[in-house]
């Protein structure tokens, strides 16, 4: 395999690494936002949208994202630093 075929391997190991760390909950609200969207456009499902959906208050579903999405960053950036320290 080449280099950018393993890099890519290596970057869905850890970005599955990082979603299996995430609350249930956390994950939940990633993934249908994602998954809910408009896929023509590639936007994300509106927050209002997913907070009737799932049937959480949008004062509560916006913070529960924003620590998600932080969380979720915050691990692939620990895992990549750690990866290119061990090369």
């Not at 927050?47 to 691990?75: E, N, V, Y």
Request: with cysteine; proline share 3%.
């Amino acid at each position: 395999k080449n280099q950018s075929q393993l890099k890519q391997i290596d970057t869905m190991r850890i970005f599955k690494s990082c979603i299996s760390k995430l609350t249930r909950k956390q994950y939940q609200v990633l993934y249908f936002q994602v998954s809910g969207g408009d896929e023509e456009k590639r936007r994300p499902m509106k927050q209002k949208d997913l907070s009737q959906m799932m049937g959480i208050p949008l004062g509560t579903l916006k913070p529960l994202l924003i620590r998600a999405k932080k969380a979720l960053g915050d691990c692939i950036k620990k895992q990549n630093a750690a990866a290119e320290g061990a090369s």
